[in-house]
């Protein structure tokens, strides 16, 4: 990725395909020239900063037309990115995009890289590592607690209380290493196993709230799993509101798996439709019965359905075995029908729902019993921000560590410098959430997640 503000970036800032609207964004020292050079406006004094301009799109080598526009000059330091900003409001068209943003690298602009925009931000000081990596997540958050959660990160939430926790860690480091510097000076008191205390206390704040964090974020992998026929099907219906997969009375009618996205009071599912698991002969049902496998493998909850109205089998139990040590529901099928007994035994201690995929009963009571198992104990204070991202989990767990680490070694009697390189340690990883000691390569990496114009 370059890493030179000294230029200028361009590139389509709205999704591919035909729109009302489509917008070209600049950013750099020639921004505001080249826009002014390319929108001829009814009077050349109509041009102001941050309003919206009326005029058209002039080819400055041919003269031609080519789209009517709103353009908007927001000049530095007052912008996106902390440099001279300009926009161009097209029709939202590929070929007017395509016209309008050809003209602007020929007028010096070069094509912005993926994230390139929100990476000036980040470089200009406008947004810490974490506020940015929120902006991709405003993007694509898929349920109000998802957008909720990101703009709260977005706003500085998480990179306020990380760096309150950092902020008293380096202040006992400070302490501590005045005291192995100028042992014999007299070094204002500091009560270390309280910093520490309290580092932990916030620390574990944060981590109480990163599943739930995590699940609204990137959604739970949910597989619907059991033998041929008992409505796996229907129930995947049901829960989208939508005839997605094909129902029939004939068993083995789903021959691989199928993926649809839903949201469950807040929490977005990823539902695995499968096979159903059964010995077979037939070699594509064998092959459809290896992909079921395979995505339960992968998910992170299980939905195990059974037929409500009929005694459990053999296949039944040994699909059930197969779920052990896994985060599962039973879901006992086809209530409509006369019940059979012995079903909500086959996962002993989870929890087992009744309900009708074909009358819908019991819906409800099953979305319900999805959430109390997804964010089962993961709740915690409201004025706590949630932690949605797998690197900054890791970064927490990481400085958690060496907090204890460091407790450890300060009750056990070592040198001031064992201490010491825990705090280090555990202040680095801090850091690597809100930016301040993170490498270039994984800055780079985080920025090429995000799409072209943002």
Not at 90 to 119: I, K, N, S, Y
């Amino acid at each position: 990725m370059d890493w030179s503000l000294d230029d200028t970036i361009a590139a389509i800032a709205t999704p591919a395909g035909e729109g009302g609207i489509g917008i070209i964004r600049l950013s750099g020292p020639e921004a505001l020239r080249i826009v002014r050079r390319l929108v001829v406006l009814a009077r050349a004094s109509e041009w102001q900063p941050w309003r919206l301009c009326y005029g058209h799109v002039v080819d400055p080598a041919s003269g031609a037309m080519v789209d009517e526009v709103l353009a908007v000059c927001m000049p530095a330091p007052h912008t996106y990115t902390r440099q001279d900003v300009a926009e161009i409001h097209c029709h939202g068209g590929p070929e007017p995009l395509r016209q309008v943003l050809t003209l602007c690298l020929q007028q010096g602009a070069r094509l912005a890289e993926p994230g390139e925009f929100t990476l000036r931000a980040f470089l200009n000081g406008r947004l810490d590592l974490a506020q940015a990596e929120a902006v991709v997540d405003v993007v694509r958050a898929r349920s109000r607690a998802g957008l909720q959660t990101a703009m709260g990160q977005l706003g500085g939430q998480l990179s306020d209380r990380v760096r309150a926790v950092r902020g008293g860690l380096l202040e006992a480091l400070a302490h501590l290493e005045a005291a192995i510097d100028y042992p014999g000076d007299e070094i204002p008191p500091c009560d270390l196993p309280a910093a520490l205390a309290e580092a932990a206390a916030a620390l574990d704040a944060l981590l109480a709230g990163a599943e739930r964090g995590l699940a609204y974020r990137q959604g739970i992998r949910t597989a619907i799993v059991g033998r041929p026929n008992v409505g796996k099907s229907s129930l995947l219906n049901a829960l989208l509101r939508a005839d997605r997969a094909i129902v029939t009375a004939i068993p083995g009618t789903t021959r691989d798996t199928l993926e649809e996205s839903v949201v469950v009071g807040d929490v977005p599912l990823v539902l695995v439709d499968t096979a159903g698991i059964n010995d077979s002969a037939d070699p594509v049902e064998r092959l459809g019965v290896a992909r079921s496998r395979a995505a339960l493998a992968t998910a992170g909850l299980a939905l195990l359905v059974v037929d409500g109205s009929q005694p459990p089998d053999a296949r039944d139990r040994a699909i059930a075995a197969e779920l052990a040590g896994r985060e599962a529901l039973l879901v006992v099928n086809k209530c409509d029908l006369p019940p059979a007994t012995g079903g909500e035994a086959l996962l002993p201690g989870r929890r087992a729902v009744r309900i009708s995929a074909l009358t819908g009963q019991g819906l409800d009571a099953l979305e319900q019993a999805l959430l109390d198992t997804i964010l089962a104990g993961r709740l915690q204070a409201d004025d706590t921000p949630l932690v949605s991202r797998p690197r900054h989990v890791e970064a927490l767990r990481r400085a958690r560590e060496h907090v204890d680490a460091a407790a450890c070694a300060r009750r056990e009697g070592w040198p001031d410098d064992c201490v010491a390189i825990d705090l280090r340690a555990a202040v680095a990883a801090l850091g690597e959430i809100t930016g301040e000691t993170v490498g270039e390569d994984l800055v780079a990496k985080i920025f090429t997640d995000f799409c072209i114009g943002k």
